[in-house]
């Protein structure tokens, strides 16, 4: 019997995210949204493609929470978009209250379910998850360091000209402008990347690894990306579900890791079958590690704008 994920969000990442699943074929899949026939006919354009991809698996579009019923995934990505000049956070208490309101529907319909929040700004709305949920701290994980480090390793992979698998890196931190990439664990072909170009144009690809989001926002001028966003999703859902232990850079809860404790901020965890399995501790340089924290700080910030809120 395959797994079930539900995709809640019906737009570009959300979609994407559900045929990426349906194309792979591991698992069923319902598409959720408040928009009636959205989620049906772009569910239905999906299963038609099966007998050409090759995949057996059943995508369902619905605008009703109780078929989510059973789920082994609930990835969240309802939300208001970002608009050009519009940042992440502006979204906050918009957005806080629809990923309340999915919160409660699927977590109470799906139990046992790991969550996955995709929606911005995505280490406050992920707060928010863990807070509503009641779920313990391993099975609500945010996207967000998987997209900012693909980022990140196609900007070095295209400066170097070299292959995207022969980049190591990781971007920890909140998925904002203090994300941080970490210079000292980035690799190339095993050689330091501090070897392979100047601090200035590293520094020019780290900047432009924290404008990603914004620089395609402007580019598209009406939405934002979704083609690797969604990638970074179904990166997730399969480690989860093929239970890969997985060391991923994800939104996790922190209790005193890296010196930052009750908050969800980016780090490398291991993700497998029961969601966030370990935390893995990096050992940063102190630039790095101010970095962290002042990231950390600056999720919390929301944070404590949406307790006021409540």
């Given amino acids: 019997m395959r797994k079930k994920v539900t995709v809640v969000g019906a737009g570009n990442v959300g979609a994407t995210t559900a045929q990426r699943i349906f194309d792979n074929g591991y698992a069923d899949v319902v598409l959720v949204d408040i928009i009636p026939g959205l989620p049906q006919g772009k569910a239905l354009d999906m299963l038609e493609t099966g007998p050409i991809v090759g995949s057996d698996s059943s995508v369902i579009g619905t605008n009703v929470y109780e078929d989510t019923a059973g789920s082994d995934v609930i990835v969240v990505t309802s939300g208001l978009p970002r608009k050009p000049g519009m940042s992440r956070d502006d979204l906050l208490i918009k957005n806080m209250r629809i990923v309340t309101t999915v919160i409660e529907e699927t977590t109470k319909l799906s139990p046992e379910s790991v969550v996955i929040v995709v929606t911005n700004p995505l280490d406050a709305m992920v707060q928010q998850a863990f807070n509503v949920s009641g779920f313990p701290k391993s099975r609500v994980v945010g996207m967000a360091g998987i997209l900012d480090t693909g980022r990140f390793r196609t ?96 939104a996790a809860y922190l209790e005193g890791e ?36 002042r990231s950390a700080d600056a999720v919390r910030e929301l944070v404590d704008v949406m307790a006021k809120a409540d």
């Fill in 155 to 250: 900007f070095i992979a295209e400066e170097l000209n070299v292959s995207v698998d022969s980049v190591t890196a990781f971007v920890l931190g909140g998925h904002g402008d203090t994300m941080v990439p970490v210079a000292s664990a980035t690799t190339v072909g095993g050689t330091h990347i501090s070897k392979l170009m100047s601090t200035m144009k590293l520094e020019q690809l780290v900047q432009r690894t924290r404008d990603g989001g914004a620089e395609i926002v402007n580019l598209l001028k009406s939405g934002s990306a979704y083609y690797a966003p969604s990638a970074s999703i179904e990166q997730m859902v399969k480690a989860i579900l093929f239970d890969k232990k997985e060391i991923l850079p994800c």
């Fill in 258 to 293: 890296y010196g930052i404790d009750g908050l969800y901020v980016g780090v490398p965890v291991k993700l497998g079958a029961s969601g966030i399995e370990e935390i893995i501790e990096f050992d940063l340089s102190e630039d790095e590690f101010t970095a962290l924290r």
